[in-house]
C-alpha cells in the first residue's frame, strides 16, 4: 500500500554548502501520527521544510532524493501547491498574526479554499469545537493571547485549509506542561475523529511517543532509529539517551548515540 507521504534519501543543503540532512529516510502511513525526535540541530524542522517545500526561503534546497506524496513527486512543486494538496505547516513558535484577531488568523487558514463560506463556516465550528478556548476568545487580538492559545490558534488555522497531512512543528515549545497536554490530547483527537494525518517534531521524546504511532529518532542530519512508539519507547538506547532512564557511561556523562552499536551499525547502512 503506497503511503500518504515517502522521504526517500533525500540531503538538504543550506547556501550551496552547508549539509544539514544525510540520506533521511521515513513514511507516513495515511491516519497515523508519526514523530521526528531529537535533540536542537538535529535535522527535524528542515525535514519538515523539505517536505512542505518551504527550504528556499531560508536559502535551503534538496539536492538529492526523492519525496512522494500519495506516488506524486512533490520536491519541485510551490508551498502554495502543497497546501492545494492537503500539506499544510504549523511552524514552530506558532507566528499567529499579532494585529489580527483569533477569529481573523483561522480564517486565513482558509484562504485557498474555494469550496465556498458555507463550507468555511461549517468547518470553522468545527475548529471552535475542538478548541472552546478560542471561540470565547475569538475577538481578541493574537498579541493579547497566551502561548497555548496561540498554540491553539495556529494549529486550528492549519485545519481551516481542510488538510490531510499537517506538519507540526516543536508544539511544545515554551508551553506550561498542562497546555502541552491538552495540545497533544486535541492531536490525538484529530487524529482519531477526523482521520488527519500528522508529521510532528518533538524534542520531548517521552511525551511524544505517548501520543505518536511511529517514530523517527534523527542525529547530525541522519535518521538513526525508527520503529513504533512502543518498540522505541523500550528500545534501552532510546530509554538511555532520550527518555533519561537507564544506565549512563563511566564518569556520568551520557553518551552521544554514536557511542552505541545499534548506532554504529546504523550508521554503516545509512552510508
Known amino acids: 500500500m503506497t503511503p500518504l507521504l515517502a522521504v526517500n534519501g533525500i540531503e538538504v543543503i543550506y547556501n550551496h554548502v552547508i549539509l ?5 529516510s521515513l513514511t507516513v502511513p495515511q491516519g497515523r501520527i508519526v514523530a521526528l525526535l531529537g535533540g536542537n540541530g538535529a535535522g527535524k524542522t528542515t525535514t519538515l521544510r523539505a517536505v512542505s517545500n518551504l527550504l528556499a526561503a531560508e536559502r535551503g534546497a534538496v539536492t538529492k532524493g526523492r519525496i512522494e506524496l500519495r506516488g506524486e513527486r512533490i520536491e519541485h512543486l510551490s508551498p502554495s501547491a502543497m497546501v492545494a494538496r492537503g500539506v499544510v505547516q504549523v511552524m514552530e513558535g506558532r507566528h499567529c498574526f499579532a494585529h489580527l ?3 481573523e488568523n483561522l480564517l486565513t487558514g482558509a484562504y485557498t479554499r474555494k469550496d465556498g463560506k458555507a ?21 481578541a487580538l493574537a ?10 490558534c495556529a494549529i486550528g488555522r492549519a485545519l481551516m485549509a481542510h488538510p490531510t497531512l499537517v506538519l507540526l512543528d516543536e508544539p511544545s515549545m515554551g508551553l506550561a506542561p498542562q497546555i502541552v497536554e491538552e495540545v497533544f490530547d486535541i492531536v490525538r483527537e484529530l487524529n482519531q475523529r477526523e ?9 520531548n521524546t517521552h511525551l511524544a511517543l505517548r501520543y505518536a504511532d511511529d517514530g523517527y529518532i534523527l542525529e547530525n542530519g541522519r535518521v538513526v532509529m525508527e520503529g513504533s512508539a ?5 528500545n ?3 530509554r538511555e539517551f ?30
Do not use: C, N
Not at 230 to 234: I, K
Open 20 to 24: 544539514v540532512l544525510k540520506g533521511v
Open 119 to 139: 463550507a468555511v463556516a461549517q468547518t470553522l465550528e468545527k475548529v471552535y469545537a475542538f478548541f472552546p478556548g478560542l471561540k470565547a476568545r475569538r475577538h
Open 195 to 203: 482521520g488527519t494525518t500528522f508529521l510532528l517534531a518533538e524534542q
Open 242 to 271: 532520550y527518555l533519561g532512564m537507564g544506565r549512563q557511561a563511566d564518569g556520568g556523562e551520557r553518551r552521544s548515540f554514536r557511542d552505541v552499536k545499534s548506532y554504529k551499525r546504523r550508521k554503516r547502512w545509512l552510508a
Open 143 to 152: 498579541a493579547y493571547t497566551s502561548g497555548g492559545e496561540q498554540q491553539m
Open 101 to 103: 484577531s483569533i477569529e
Open 230 to 234: 512502543a518498540s522505541l519507547r523500550e
Open 236 to 238: 534501552e538506547d532510546v
